[in-house]
């Protein structure tokens, strides 16, 4: 069984990606919900959030592969998580900066996420690292996880804070969207709408998360057999109602 950890909802975009990817693989999603969001909690919150959650991936539902589908997450907690589980394969979310690097015709790559993933260390080398000679700058996409949250995709109030993040990035120059959070993937409707008409990628990271998972299921030889009948599991703190809202998002996504 493949464990998928998440803040909230948000992580159900790597979930959907997984499940079409490997449609053999039995899936247990652990969406926290009562803590949501992680972006503006302090980093001892999101360390002891996060290995709560992937303990119970692991410990409790024997998950032998985890991804952290959480940008702030991993930016916070991943070393530790590897650290504690190092037998555990453990895929982590990080910002995909280099594809847009390689990408832009602007030369100049912008980054949608939260504050805490923003500013993380493992942002800045990666970005040292892959978009050098490249302007990259950022933006925390204020109130897209609570609309998410809220399932409030699709209304004007959605509309209205995606173009007020939006639009100063793609008037600097921006030609290449990359989403840091997972959650933002469910607003990118919103998005497309404030971008038309002008030349500007979204950059999606979840389909490259899922080939890593192929990947490495591959290389430990974990991978189900072609037989397997897939079970798709979802846990949550948040509470009955918040876990009847998470299936009836994965419905709209099958």
Known sequence: MIGVFDSGLGGLSIWQQVRAALPCESIVY???????PYGGRTEDEVTQLTMAGVE????????KLVVIACNTATATAIDAV???WPGVPIVGMLPAI???ALSTRTGVVAILGTERSLCSEKLRQYTEEFA???EVISAVGTGFV??????????PEALGAVRAVVEPLVARGADMLVLGCTHYPFLADE?????AGREVEIIDPAPAIARRVAQLLAEHKLAA??????EYEFYTLAGGEYLQKMKRKTEVMR
């Not at 609570?146 to 209304?155: H, Q, Y």
């Not at 057999?225 to 897939?230: G, K, L, N, V």
């Open 146 to 155: 609570e609309l998410v949250e809220r399932d409030m995709e699709g209304t």
């Open 56 to 63: 119970f991936l692991i410990e409790k539902k024997g998950a």
């Open 30 to 36: 652990y969406g926290d919900g009562a803590n949501c």
């Open 132 to 134: 050098a000679g490249v």
């Open 225 to 230: 057999d072609d037989s397997h009948e897939p």
């Open 82 to 84: 590897r650290a504690r």
């Open 98 to 100: 280099k594809p847009a």
């Open 191 to 195: 998005i497309r709408r404030v971008i």
